[in-house]
């Protein structure tokens, strides 16, 4: 009987959160009989809270931080069930690809479980079978981003459905197609944005999310593309509406996004400012476009951009630290300025003055990419292959790449980025 049962395969991340809690589901648990006892758990704690309210063990004005702090006990908690794993043992690309009698195997990384970068591991998975609207890509070369080392930690689970397999973006050419996919064929050169699963000899990504290796530019090169120009193009130019003649400061100006943000902004005709973390970084903000780059280590980038500015400050900012920049963000946008939040590094609270915020008309916005629709990541490719793509083809703008890796190296890659030494963008050669 016990063959008739579904079988699920677990996230190592939720895994390792239920580890905590002593809960080790068998395969034949279903996610949401383990959530039930969770939430039980969590229900127990608060009732145990509020008996010492009651009991005055504590001041009242403590009571909303305690219970924010037994909330942030339970992340899993914030997840619907299903999202508790990787797939379904039924629905997975592993079934399929047996069903379709597709038993070749390929190299990829895997998380073994949330960690240090020494979790990385190169192991061996089926090679997956595009669906309808997919493409199978043979990977010549995958991008490495910062959300890949949230993945590894346990802080950035993949969405619902998508393979565990770290890598957001990937370059290769076309292996085969699915069912209606009309304008690619085996052996294309594409590159690709992908939601997972770009660590990985094979990887397979929906067709919308697709574009053309840029002429002029190689396979090595072009997994730099996507992730990162998407990104900043829907932030900086979408979000942030930067124009011509307007000024922006880029926050991460040596990074991955801040050496493409760089690139894009001066090319379309926007004062650039940059902040970096040393001398060396700074010149190569410099080298990019920058205006002035503002070692942060030793000047204040608020009052550099005031005096650079004639104390108007700047229409947009690009931030990824948060935390304690967000007053400094606000004090250096002028009348109608923008600011992007695109992430956290610093913090994910700050204090906002309100009064600030609506006496120069000020624009708070952000996102994140991984988990969007199709819909809006279609709509982001076909904006980026209209206006970025000429520039990649002209030589205006090109991915900076600081260093290559090959698979089995992918932790060596991490221990890199997570050191910050970098200047641009670290690819894995598969």
Not at 122 to 127: A, H
Not at 140 to 168: K, S
Not at 289 to 304: K, L, S
Not at 386 to 396: I, Q, S
Request: aromatic share 6%; proline share 7%; glycine share 8%.
């Amino acid at each position: 009987m016990a063959a008739d049962r579904p079988a699920f395969r677990y996230r190592d991340d939720v895994l390792a959160e239920l580890w905590k809690y002593g809960v080790r589901p068998r395969e034949h648990t279903p996610p949401e009989l383990v959530r039930a006892f969770i939430n039980d758990l969590y229900r127990h704690e608060l009732r145990r809270l509020r008996g010492s309210l009651l009991n005055q063990d504590f001041p009242k004005h403590e009571y909303l931080d305690r219970v924010v702090a037994i909330r942030d006990r339970y992340p899993v908690l914030a997840l619907r069930p299903r999202q508790w794993l990787v797939q379904p043992t039924e629905f997975t690309r592993d079934v399929q690809a047996s069903r379709l009698g597709d038993n070749r195997r390929m190299r990829a990384v895997e998380i073994t479980k949330p960690g240090p970068p020494e979790v990385l591991a190169l192991t061996e998975r089926p090679v997956p079978v595009p669906a309808a609207g997919e493409l199978l890509i043979k990977v010549a070369a995958a991008g490495v981003n910062r959300p890949d080392v949230m993945q590894r930690m346990g802080h950035y689970p993949p969405p619902a459905g998508i393979t565990d397999i770290p890598g957001l973006e990937v370059a290769g050419t076309v292996e085969s197609v699915g069912g209606d996919v009309r304008n690619w064929k085996a052996g294309d050169r594409v590159c690709a944005l992908v939601a997972g699963g770009g660590y990985a000899e094979y990887c397979v990504a929906p067709e919308p999310q697709c574009l053309p290796v840029p002429e002029r530019v190689d396979l090595l090169p072009a997994a730099a593309i996507p992730e990162t120009f998407f990104t900043v193009w829907t932030n900086l130019f979408e979000r942030g509406r930067l124009q011509a003649g307007e000024s922006v400061l880029i926050h991460g100006g040596s990074s991955g996004i801040g050496t493409t943000a760089i690139q894009l902004a001066r090319a379309r005709s926007a004062r650039v400012f940059a902040t970096a973390g040393s001398a060396e970084k700074c010149a190569a903000c410099e080298h990019l476009g920058a205006e002035r780059a503002i070692n942060y280590r030793e000047a204040d980038f608020v009052a550099v951009i005031k005096e650079a500015t004639g104390g108007r400050g700047v229409d947009v900012v690009l931030d990824m630290v948060g935390g304690d920049y967000l007053a400094r963000n606000l004090e250096i946008l002028a009348t109608e300025g923008r600011l992007v939040q695109i992430a956290v590094l610093g913090g994910a609270k700050g204090t906002l003055n309100l009064i600030t915020m609506m006496q120069r008309r000020l624009t708070l916005t952000g996102s994140t990419l991984r988990a969007r629709p199709l819909a809006d990541k279609a709509a982001i490719a076909a904006a980026v292959h209209a206006h970025v793509w000429p520039l990649l083809e002209a030589g205006t703008v090109r991915p900076v790449i600081h260093a290559t890796f090959p698979l089995s190296a992918a932790a060596s890659a991490h221990r890199v980025l997570e050191s910050g030494a970098h200047i641009g963008k670290l690819v894995l050669v598969v």
